[in-house]
């Protein structure tokens, strides 16, 4: 069965640092996103994606943030300067176009993420 | 952001026997609501969904009951089985036309354990 994936599995990093957080969607899906979940708190949404370009972003996703899907298969989220409070799990999501009535979005395994 | 709450942390039942998990919403809006499973170290995956213009939707031992009047919906697990032990979010979102997937927003989950 397709599924979503994600690397690095656990990124460790230091305050003020890029990183950037890769996934590879399901291989037919056209809409990704990213959301985080900050330990012991609820999944957050951060960005959708769609045609090469954002089609939503919450107001998590600030200037710091950035996506890209530099070719056919990854979608990556890179995080220009860390801060403390951006160490969370951060989960990638594929959905299919057509899925009208279902809206399944599959998701990837997480990053975790931890900034010191 | 408060649109989506699952007031209950946690809940315990025995093997054999129903599991309720409760879920409101704030947000009039939104007219699809989904539940979310997810095991440890593992992201979450679609469990159910239900669409507006129903008020029940069943599959297998998992059945899903929205009140749109009190903004409630809730997930019926019977029997509830051990390996169904997850933390369970419920999701809802604003449908579009044109199978937009944005909007999604999770409650903080409801961690299910089931006793044998």
């Known amino acids: 069965e397709p599924e979503v994936t994600q690397t690095p599995s656990h990124q460790v990093t230091q305050m003020g640092q890029e990183v950037i957080l890769r996934c590879v969607p399901i291989s037919n899906h056209l809409y990704f996103y990213w959301y985080r979940q900050i330990l012991g708190q609820k999944v957050e949404f951060l960005v959708s994606f769609y045609n090469n370009e954002i089609s939503e972003k919450s107001e998590i996703f600030d200037d710091q943030f950035s996506v890209e899907r530099p070719d056919g298969s990854n979608f990556t989220l890179k995080i220009r300067s860390t801060k403390l409070e951006d160490s969370a799990m951060y989960f990638c999501?594929?959905?299919?176009?057509?899925?009208?009535?279902?809206?399944?979005?599959?998701f990837g395994p997480g990053t975790r993420l931890t900034v010191l | 952001d408060q649109q989506v709450k699952q007031n209950s942390p946690s809940l315990s039942v025995q093997e054999g026997r129903i599991s309720i998990l409760n879920c409101d919403y704030t947000?009039?809006?939104?007219?699809?609501f989904l539940w979310y499973k997810k095991y440890p170290a593992e992201g979450p995956t679609f469990l159910i969904s239900i669409s507006s213009i129903k008020d029940k939707n069943e599959d297998g031992r998992f059945t899903v009951f929205l009140n749109k009047s009190a903004k409630h919906l809730s997930l019926h697990i019977v029997p509830s089985q051990p390996g169904d032990s997850a933390v369970y979010f419920c999701a809802a979102a604003v449908k579009q036309q044109r199978a937009n997937n944005n909007d999604m927003r999770f409650g903080a989950g409801t961690r299910l354990t089931v006793k044998p």
């Open positions: 999501a594929s959905s299919a176009i057509g899925q009208a009535f279902r809206n399944e979005q599959f």
């Open positions: 947000n009039s809006m939104f007219d699809y």
